[in-house]
T-cell receptor, first 117, second 114 residues
Framework: GAVVSQHPSWVICKSGTSVKIECRSL??????MFWYRQFPKQSLMLMAT?????????EQGVEKDKFLINHASLTLSTLTVTSAHPEDSSFYICSASHPRDRGGGYTFGSGTRLTVV | GENVEQHPSTLSVQEGDSAVIKCTYS??????FPWYKQELGKGPQLIID?????GEKKDQRIAVTLNKTAKHFSLHITETQPEDSAVYFCAASIGGTSYGKLTFGQGTILTVHP
């Protein structure tokens, strides 16, 4: 089946630094990838939708200059949290949609636990 | 935009009992309804999905039903086991040649007691 690999699985960084999270589709081309944020005991909240070769579409209330998304190839999307602060600590999850001839739907990465100290 | 409501928020059952989780959606254009199981510290895993051209789908102990007219869909787990304990999310999207953004329900914490 379709596999999405997300790295790192966890990261601790100092306040003010930037952190990059990678999301790779291993056995299919992901035209569209999605980035979610999940706080403890809450649901997944969509942050942005990225399409290969174009600018990401951010959801209302998500700072695009703080959460930089790059989708330079059909198998890789990255999320960079810039100038991270403790309130950015969260669980970040990527997913990729796959076309109908690959079963349709979405595959999720394993998530990245970001802790900003 | 789409809004998905999920109930109950917590569900506790004895091993061997059935569990039912219900969701409603608001956008009649939604046509793809997946259910995910999420274990602590992990990403969501698809357990079953249904498209709007069918009313029911079953996979061993898991089944999903869809009522397009009422805009609600439900997850049914029979013969529950302790390893079924997790957080379950329903979701809805518009899917065709490609799939648009997914809207999640609030989640249900299922606990299966041995």
């Amino acid at each position: 089946g379709a596999v999405v690999s997300q790295h790192p699985s966890w990261v601790i960084c100092k306040s003010g630094t930037s952190v990059k999270i990678e999301c790779r589709s291993l056995d299919f081309q992901a035209t569209t990838m999605f980035w979610y944020r999940q706080f403890p005991k809450q649901s997944l909240m969509l942050m942005a939708t990225s399409n290969e070769g174009s600018k990401a579409t951010y959801e209302q209330g998500v700072e695009k200059d703080k959460f930089l998304i790059n989708h330079a190839s059909l198998t890789l999307s990255t999320l960079t949290v810039t100038s991270a602060h403790p309130e950015d600590s969260s669980f970040y999850i990527c997913s990729a949609s796959h076309p109908r001839d690959r079963g349709g739907g979405y595959t999720f990465g394993s998530g990245t636990r970001l802790t900003v100290v | 935009g789409e809004n998905v409501e999920q109930h109950p928020s917590t569900l506790s059952v004895q091993e061997g009992d059935s569990a039912v989780i219900k969701c409603t959606y608001s956008d009649s254009a939604s046509n793809y309804f997946p259910w995910y199981k999420q274990e602590l510290g992990k990403g969501p895993q698809l357990i079953i999905d249904i498209r709007s051209n069918v009313g029911e789908k079953k996979d061993q102990r898991i089944a999903v039903t869809l009522n397009k007219t009422a805009k609600h869909f439900s997850l049914h787990i029979t013969e529950t086991q302790p390893e079924d304990s997790a957080v379950y999310f329903c979701a809805a999207s518009i899917g065709g040649t490609s799939y648009g953004k997914l809207t999640f329900g609030q989640g249900t914490i299922l606990t299966v007691h041995p």
